[in-house]
């Protein structure tokens, strides 16, 4: 590279105090960036690294922004800074929430209301991508669905990162006037930016291998794409590659972004040391300019349509994904078919331009113009309808839910006694709404505020065996039982309470989700994120068992599956015999159904009692499989055949005794598991002898 005759602004190519002008292959760029987007979600769902250009692009216009404030005003201030950004990103963002929101009651099932509520919430106070890192780490929304809100996480990120910059500067710049520092604002604001650069890329780095699913969203793993562009912006604008140079970037940079989805799995892999890829395309692009002649990829990416599309960009990235979520909702489709994603980005580029021209060019050229404060003024009082709804939802949701609790002892809902009566789908009661309701069933979580909980963490390879053990009543008391194992596992929790209560019994369990008492791994397969954490649980689990002296184990005794037979798995009888030979009794419990396809979903599209949402009961269990294992179980090991407290005979319906079974595809609401309590009770009783 050499230096360029005049040193470029940062955004035009031009002398500095020239009038700006706009960088058209910028505008080709993110055209580029966004049809990747958008044709990767639509057709295989894969990551094409075009947000990664974005964020890129954000980082560098930042600086180009401040630093055209402090050109033409000789200070940077805070709130003029705020006010372009918010301008420019929030009314667009504010519109396609308030559209999704509308569609998303019309289209999402009941029980997925809670979900876009809270989405909703997060998108609209910018902290969507911490809404996602929390359903990344809670095994308890591992059935949740794609949020038509999803979009909203990058967005998050950047503007986390755009409203605080310009603070930290502002704070910096005065920290270097009251040193008398101020001729170093220049070498200090580099350094700066370079080393939050490279500590944000080595820790995503470290965070990307240790959970991949939760660095993806985070902020921090994040930061380096956008200090790299602050970086380019810094180094980089004054620079004018020769013509030969120019052609290599730019063309090597689209050439290498337009490949980097279908050979790179980013959506497991970013972002990484891997994310550096498309982040050096969108450098190369950028500081290519227009320096390569005739033959430079700017004369393609400076072409009309690609700027059109490029200036309408933001739009098009907002509108793509809620269309696309809402479209497979409402067709039940994982993919859509070629006309239907026609159809969707058809659709998309349409509310883009129409949002562009009605809202995001308006408030862009109107706002800044206004006071700094009551500029932002109109923003934040815009937001507020928006969030306001779903809070207000949210807070609707949980009056919902306390309506469920309070309907513990009702006999309107005998739910699993039911069983023993003739009228297995209402249990013998007219017109009375079946309960949880369909907008809080996936919320129906066995709860213990009562329970004291501790985490243990011993020291082992590659991973630490972290062990939370919760305890529910008096240390002297008379008996103490020990529950262990996966979130089937839990669900003996709320009936066994109530039990443990009556019977002044002291009920500690042990539980991790996918895992189980057993010496193999039945669910997480080896390779796959959670494994080693879980091998490693397993491994202690048996010591700290028989470290607490229980006077009963209670833990799953066999596996249902959605789509094969019912088993015993092997590595339960090793675990089992373990205890056994430690002395302590063990009852397992056969496990509960799991079905095909989720079951609230099923019941809000076809009715809660339509055959099109109950299993046979021959498809779950296997009966022949109890009698199999008879002989082979250890001395002290009891398995009871729980089926009858979830089937009848033939079927095992979604609603028993009033009440509704699953809160997903194969959890069972504890709702439900509070009406198995007398079934529960007379099996534990009788095996037991307490």
């Given at each position: 590279?050499?230096?360029?005759?005049?040193?470029?602004?940062?955004?035009?190519?031009?002398?500095?105090?020239?009038?700006?002008?706009?960088?058209?292959?910028?505008?080709?760029?993110?055209?580029?960036?966004?049809?990747?987007?958008?044709?990767?979600?639509?057709?295989?769902?894969?990551?094409?690294?075009?947000?990664?250009?974005?964020?890129?692009?954000?980082?560098?216009?930042?600086?180009?922004?401040?630093?055209g404030?402090?050109?033409?005003?000789?200070?940077?201030?805070?709130?003029?800074?705020?006010?372009?950004?918010t301008?420019?990103?929030?009314?667009?963002?504010?519109?396609?929430?308030?559209?999704?929101?509308?569609?998303?009651?019309?289209?999402?099932?009941?029980?997925?209301?809670?979900?876009?509520?809270a989405?909703?919430?997060?998108?609209?106070?910018?902290?969507?991508?911490?809404?996602?890192?929390?359903?990344?780490?809670?095994?308890?929304?591992?059935?949740?669905?794609?949020?038509?809100?999803?979009?909203?996480?990058?967005?998050?990120?950047?503007?986390?990162?755009?409203l605080?910059?310009?603070?930290?500067?502002v704070?910096?710049?005065?920290?270097?006037?009251?040193?008398?520092?101020?001729?170093w604002?220049?070498?200090?604001?580099?350094?700066?930016?370079?080393a939050v650069?490279?500590?944000?890329?080595?820790?995503?780095?470290?965070a990307?291998?240790?959970?991949?699913s939760?660095?993806?969203?985070?902020t921090?793993?994040?930061?380096?794409?956008?200090?790299?562009?602050?970086?380019a912006?810094?180094?980089?604008?004054?620079?004018?590659?020769?013509?030969?140079?120019?052609?290599?970037l730019?063309?090597?940079?689209v050439?290498?972004l337009?490949?980097?989805?279908?050979?790179?799995?980013?959506?497991?892999?970013?972002?990484?040391?891997?994310?550096?890829?498309?982040?050096?395309?969108?450098?190369?692009?950028?500081?290519?300019?227009?320096?390569?002649?005739?033959?430079?990829?700017?004369r393609?990416?400076?072409?009309?349509?690609?700027?059109?599309?490029?200036?309408?960009?933001?739009?098009?990235?907002?509108?793509h994904?809620?269309?696309?979520?809402l479209?497979?909702?409402?067709?039940?489709?994982?993919?859509p078919?070629?006309?239907?994603?026609?159809?969707?980005?058809?659709?998309?580029?349409?509310?883009?331009?129409?949002?562009h021209?009605?809202?995001?060019?308006?408030?862009?050229?109107?706002?800044?113009?206004?006071?700094p404060?009551?500029a932002?003024?109109?923003?934040?009082?815009?937001?507020?309808?928006?969030?306001?709804?779903?809070?207000?939802?949210?807070?609707?949701?949980d009056?919902?839910a306390?309506?469920?609790?309070?309907?513990?002892?009702?006999?309107?809902?005998?739910?699993?006694?039911?069983?023993?009566?003739?009228?297995?789908?209402?249990?013998?009661?007219?017109?009375?709404?079946?309960?949880?309701?369909?907008a809080?069933?996936?919320?129906?979580?066995?709860?213990?505020?009562?329970?004291?909980?501790?985490?243990?963490e011993?020291?082992?390879?590659?991973?630490?065996?972290?062990?939370?053990?919760?305890?529910?009543?008096?240390?002297?008391a008379?008996r103490?039982?020990?529950?262990?194992?996966?979130?089937?596992?839990?669900?003996?929790?709320?009936?066994?309470?109530?039990?443990?209560?009556?019977?002044?019994?002291?009920?500690?369990?042990?539980?991790?989700?996918?895992?189980?008492?057993?010496?193999?791994s039945?669910?997480?397969?080896?390779?796959?994120?959670?494994?080693?954490?879980?091998?490693?649980?397993?491994?202690?689990?048996v010591?700290?068992?028989?470290?607490?002296?229980?006077?009963?184990?209670?833990?799953?005794?066999?596996?249902?599956?959605?789509?094969?037979?019912?088993?015993?798995?092997?590595?339960?009888?090793?675990?089992?015999?373990?205890?056994?030979?430690?002395?302590?009794?063990?009852?397992?419990?056969?496990?509960?159904?799991?079905?095909?396809?989720?079951?609230?979903?099923?019941?809000?599209?076809?009715g809660?009692?339509?055959?099109?949402?109950?299993?046979?009961r021959?498809?779950?269990?296997?009966?022949?499989?109890l009698?199999?294992?008879?002989?082979?179980?250890?001395?002290?090991?009891?398995?009871?055949d729980?089926?009858?407290?979830?089937?009848?005979?033939?079927?095992?319906?979604p609603?028993?005794?009033?009440?509704?079974?699953y809160?997903?595809?194969?959890?069972?609401?504890?709702?439900?598991?509070?009406?198995?309590?007398?079934?529960?009770?007379?099996?534990?009783?009788?095996?037991?002898?307490?």
């Open positions: 590279m050499r230096p360029a005759t005049s040193t470029r602004s940062l955004d035009a190519g031009r002398p500095v105090g020239a009038a700006p002008a706009r960088r058209t292959e910028v505008d080709g760029l993110r055209a580029l960036a966004v049809t990747l987007v958008v044709g990767y979600h639509v057709s295989t769902g894969r990551v094409s690294g075009g947000v990664d250009v974005f964020l890129v692009l954000s980082g560098f216009f930042l600086v180009h922004s401040l630093a404030q402090h050109r033409r005003t000789g200070r940077i201030r805070v709130l003029p800074q705020l006010v372009r950004t301008s420019r990103l929030v009314p667009p963002a504010l519109v396609v929430l308030a559209v999704t929101a509308v569609a998303g009651v019309l289209v999402v099932p009941e029980g997925r209301w809670r979900e876009l509520a989405h909703l919430l997060a998108s609209a106070t910018f902290t969507e991508n911490q809404r996602l890192v929390l359903e990344a780490v809670d095994y308890s929304a591992s059935n949740a669905m794609a949020s038509p809100l999803q979009q909203f996480w990058s967005l998050s990120i950047q503007m986390q990162v755009l605080a910059a310009p603070v930290l500067v704070a910096g710049a005065w920290l270097l006037r009251r040193t008398g520092r101020e001729a604002g220049r070498p200090v604001a580099v350094a700066s930016v370079a650069t490279a500590a944000s890329l080595a820790w995503s780095v470290v990307t291998a240790e959970n991949q939760v660095a993806y969203f985070s921090l793993p994040r930061v380096w794409e956008l200090g790299i562009g602050a970086l912006a810094l180094l980089l604008a004054g620079v004018r590659p020769r013509p030969g140079v120019a052609v290599a730019g063309w090597g940079g050439g290498a337009v490949s980097f989805g279908a050979l790179v799995d980013g959506a497991h892999r970013l972002p990484g040391w891997e994310a550096l890829w498309p982040v050096a395309c969108a450098v190369a692009v950028v500081v290519a300019g227009d320096s390569g002649g005739r033959w430079g990829v700017h393609l990416l400076g072409l009309a349509p690609a700027r059109w599309l490029g200036v309408r960009s933001y739009g098009l990235y907002l509108w994904w809620p269309i696309l979520v479209y497979l909702l409402h067709t039940g489709q994982d993919q078919s070629i006309s239907g994603a026609a159809a969707i980005v058809g659709l998309s580029v349409v509310l883009a331009a129409a949002t021209h009605l809202v995001e060019r308006p408030a862009g050229a109107r706002l800044p113009g206004r006071r404060v009551v932002l003024a109109v923003v934040v009082v815009g937001l507020l309808p928006v969030a306001g709804a779903g809070l207000a939802a949210l807070e609707w949701l009056r919902q306390a309506r469920t609790a309070a309907a513990a002892d009702d006999p309107d809902y005998p739910g699993a006694v039911a069983l023993t009566g003739s009228l297995v789908s209402t249990g013998g009661v007219d017109g009375v709404d079946p309960l949880p309701d369909l809080v069933i996936r919320d129906d979580w066995a709860d213990f505020p009562d329970a004291t909980c501790a985490t243990d011993e020291p082992a390879e590659p991973v630490p065996a972290v062990t939370e053990v919760c305890v529910l009543g008096p240390d002297d008379e103490r039982l020990v529950v262990v194992g996966d979130s089937h596992a839990a669900h003996w929790l709320t009936p066994l309470a109530v039990m443990a209560e009556a019977h002044s019994w002291q009920l500690t369990w042990l539980l991790r989700g996918g895992c189980n008492l057993s010496t193999e039945e669910f997480i397969q080896e390779g796959t994120p959670g494994y080693d954490e879980c091998a490693a649980w397993r491994a202690r689990l010591d700290r068992i028989v470290a607490l002296e229980p006077d009963l184990v209670v833990t799953n005794g066999t596996r249902t599956e959605r789509d094969g037979p019912e088993y015993l798995p092997a590595g339960y009888l090793a675990a089992w015999q373990q205890l056994s030979d430690a002395g302590l009794p063990v009852l397992a419990l056969r496990d509960t159904p799991r079905h095909v396809d989720d079951v609230p979903d099923c019941m809000a599209r076809e809660d009692t339509s055959p099109a949402c109950t299993l046979s021959d498809s779950v269990y296997q009966d022949g499989v009698d199999e294992a008879a002989p082979a179980l250890p001395a002290g090991v009891q398995l009871v729980s089926s009858r407290y979830f089937c009848t005979a033939t079927t095992c319906p609603v028993i005794g009033n009440v509704r079974v809160m997903d595809v194969g959890h069972v609401t504890a709702t439900y598991m509070r009406t198995v309590r007398p079934l529960l009770q007379e099996d534990f009783l009788a095996r037991t002898g307490w």
